[in-house]
């Protein structure tokens, strides 16, 4: 097996070698133990200009981590008397010039997926394995892992969702949205990606998030209080300076104006219902409302604001638009 590790990670196994592997890591948990603490020495190894220095760090680490396993299993006995053979193996591929695979994880276990989704007129709350906070609106459905990978965090989102990552630098974690990527170390934003929209949004509440996509000459980075758009099928883009605060206000359990401007107002609404509204200036500007949203719907919202001002409305699948 120690062999078969070496092979693998330097890319020279075959797919029968590979099955193989993957096998004995089904067997369990002690076996894909071993193969993570092998691993550390492979990493340390893998540096780009070895010294002495750093390849007796690797070897003494490798060295520790069998010593304190044979202290809780006397099933590593083996692994303890080859120790030593299996680091010096590790170092002459190194230096033999190969490289690490770095998705190594895809066959060490069996991945459990899960899949949440949030019905319609319904929003809710998900802890992720990393202790990672995700918000779902209504209509949202996202997809990861029971276990991250190694190397990164990624999920998968249909609809809209407010994240707040849990910071981890050795681990980023990736929201992929379709046509657009978004990367992140820990932060607060929110992605729409809801599949009959002709738009995917992102707004940056808190930190940093790059964007990346196949219609992008290179990744763009996101800042507080900006938001990102990608047309679906042009694939153009533009960035634009918002109220981050209000394309969360969804996540609240009702919202309050007293006194408002409805051109402060309007994109608590958008969020809220899901909807573009489109008002002139002059008429956002000089109307003021005092109300509340709890459980109502965009309907019985406009036509309570209808009935106490001079406004009326028309919507048009998800645009509304708003006049005297």
């Not at 075959?14 to 193989?20: G, M, T, Y």
């Not at 989704?117 to 992720?128: A, D, F, N, W, Y």
């Not at 997809?143 to 981890?168: D, L, Q």
């Not at 969804?250 to 919202?255: M, T």
């Amino acid at each position: 097996m120690e062999q078969l590790f070496v092979k693998y990670w330097d890319g020279s196994a075959d797919v029968s070698e590979k099955i193989a592997l993957l096998d004995w890591l089904k067997q369990s948990d002690e076996n894909r133990k071993v193969f993570s603490q092998s691993y550390d020495i492979w990493l340390s190894a893998s540096l780009d200009r070895p010294n002495e220095l750093e390849t007796a760090i690797a070897l003494d680490r490798f060295k520790s981590r069998i010593t304190d396993s044979e202290k809780n299993r006397q099933k590593n006995k083996k692994l303890l008397r080859y120790g030593w053979q299996i680091a010096a193996s590790f170092l002459l591929v190194f230096l033999a010039g190969n490289y690490l695979l770095k998705n190594y994880f895809q066959i060490q276990q069996p991945v459990v997926i899960n899949q949440v989704i949030m019905p319609e007129g319904s929003k809710g709350k998900v802890v992720l394995p990393d202790g990672s906070l995700v918000w779902l609106k209504s209509d949202t459905k996202i997809i990861y892992p029971e276990t991250f990978a190694a190397g990164f965090r990624e999920v998968k989102v249909i609809g809209e969702a407010y994240f707040e990552v849990a910071p981890n630098k050795q681990k980023p974690f990736i929201v992929n949205a379709d046509e657009l990527n978004v990367k992140v170390l820990g932060t607060k934003f929110n992605v729409r990606n809801y599949p009959e929209r002709d738009n995917i949004t992102v707004t940056l509440l808190e930190g940093k998030v790059s964007l990346a996509s196949s219609s992008l000459p290179k990744e763009h980075v996101l800042l507080p209080n900006q938001q990102f758009v990608l047309d679906k099928k042009s694939l153009s883009s533009k960035l634009i300076p918002v109220k981050a605060e209000a394309s969360v206000s969804w996540i609240k359990d009702r919202l309050a104006f007293e006194g408002k401007r409805l051109s402060e107002i309007i994109p608590y609404l958008e969020a809220w219902y899901g909807v573009d509204i489109i008002c002139d200036k002059a008429v956002s500007e000089q109307t003021y409302l005092t109300f509340t949203i709890r459980n109502e719907s965009l309907n019985e919202t406009m036509r309570s604001i209808q009935f106490v001002s001079s406004l009326k409305f028309r919507q048009d699948n998800n645009k509304l638009f708003i006049n005297k």
